[in-house]
């Protein structure tokens, strides 16, 4: 994939976006990551690239409101990172955006019925692009992954000795 950027991350003004965008400022240099900012308020993201003392980023501007402005960024980059909830309200144009552009997309979710929409309708389109949909990642969904994985280790077809 040849993109200008690696990672955007969309929704960096918002609180979980500016936790992110603190561990990519830290991280992103030692890893040779290109990477960028994202959001619907330039003055705003400008105040965000100024709390970061590494690895400035790049600043674009996009509203979920405005569909080209999604499709322009998603276009730059390998993968979006998206903050902006709530997703069942927000995310589907986000999506379908990076579904149509071949883009790798991660969120931080915690819905299950936007999750079971995007699986239910788009997957077909997903797998054709290329482009992985990866939800729930990270903060409260880790302990229900801890609890499947726990779950699958422990359950005795898996395990027959135990
Ligand atoms: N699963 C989990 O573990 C987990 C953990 C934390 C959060 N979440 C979810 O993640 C979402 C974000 O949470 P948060 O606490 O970080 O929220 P937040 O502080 O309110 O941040 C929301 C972000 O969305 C942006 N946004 C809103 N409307 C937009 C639009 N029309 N176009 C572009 N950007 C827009 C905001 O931009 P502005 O700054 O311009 O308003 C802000 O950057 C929520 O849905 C929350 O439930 C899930």
């Not at 960028?36 to 501007?61: C, H, Q």
């Not at 927000?90 to 819905?111: A, F, M, N, P």
């Not at 692009?129 to 994985?149: E, L, M, Q, R, T």
């Amino acid at each position: 994939m040849d993109r200008k950027y690696d990672i955007i991350l969309f929704g960096a003004t918002g609180f979980t976006g500016k936790l992110v965008a603190e561990y990519l400022s830290n991280h992103a240099y030692t890893e040779n990551i290109s990477w960028a900012i994202a959001g619907r308020d330039a003055e705003k993201l400008i105040d965000v690239s100024n709390t970061l003392s590494e690895n400035k980023p790049a600043i674009i501007t996009a509203d979920i409101n405005d569909v080209i402005s999604l499709r322009n960024m998603v276009s730059q980059t390998k993968i979006l990172m998206n903050t902006v909830g709530p997703f069942n309200i927000y995310g589907k144009d986000v999506v379908t955006s990076c579904i149509e552009s071949g883009t790798h997309y991660l969120d931080i979710t915690g819905e299950p019925s936007f999750v079971a929409d995007l699986y239910n309708n788009h997957f077909q389109s997903a797998t054709g692009y290329k482009a992985c949909i990866v939800n729930c990642c990270g903060f409260d969904s880790i302990p229900a992954d801890f609890a499947a994985w726990l779950t699958a280790k422990n359950y005795p077809f898996t395990n027959p000795k135990h």
